[in-house]
């Protein structure tokens, strides 16, 4: 439940894969995830980054963008985190499992897309390897330690 939640933004192609009733999407989008959600705005890519050339910038400045990754999901996204002088986070939900995903180039077996999920995986990589990158997590890493990033 997501009570409290001001605003959740989401690509309307992957809002268009959470209302299909297939029973493989009733499973990967459980409707009780968004109880008590009242406030969806969903975007329309307004940029070319990332594997598939679509993206989001936020603010319109570039600090903060939601990058498609699509495979796991169609309308899956990274968020990179930019400060001024081009350093970045990147947070890769479900693109990869853990770091050791990108590391070994190993694609989760849950995917709409495996080509797609494996350019995904690919980015990620090309990504995290990049001097400007001070951190790049997924949300499921086991490996996880939290920490507070100052850049």
Not at 18 to 30: E, G, M, N
Not at 31 to 56: F, Q
């Amino acid at each position: 439940m997501m009570d409290g939640v001001g605003r959740v933004l989401i690509a309307d192609e992957e809002m268009r894969g959470a209302q299909r009733t297939d029973l493989t999407s009733r499973v990967r989008f459980y409707s009780g995830w968004w109880k008590g959600v009242r406030n969806i705005d969903l975007y329309h890519w307004n940029g070319t980054e990332g594997p598939a050339g679509h993206s989001y910038d936020v603010y319109g400045d570039g600090s903060v963008r939601l990058i498609n990754i699509p495979g796991h999901t169609t309308g899956l996204v990274a968020t990179k985190i930019t400060n001024p002088d081009g350093k970045f986070v990147l947070l890769f939900s479900d693109g990869g499992y853990s770091s050791k995903s990108w590391q070994d180039m190993i694609v989760s077996g849950i995917a709409v897309d495996k080509a797609a999920q494996r350019r995904s995986l690919e980015w990620i990589r090309q990504q995290s390897l990049d001097p400007d990158c001070l951190a790049s997590m997924a949300s499921h890493d086991p490996a996880h330690v939290d920490r507070i990033l100052r850049f």
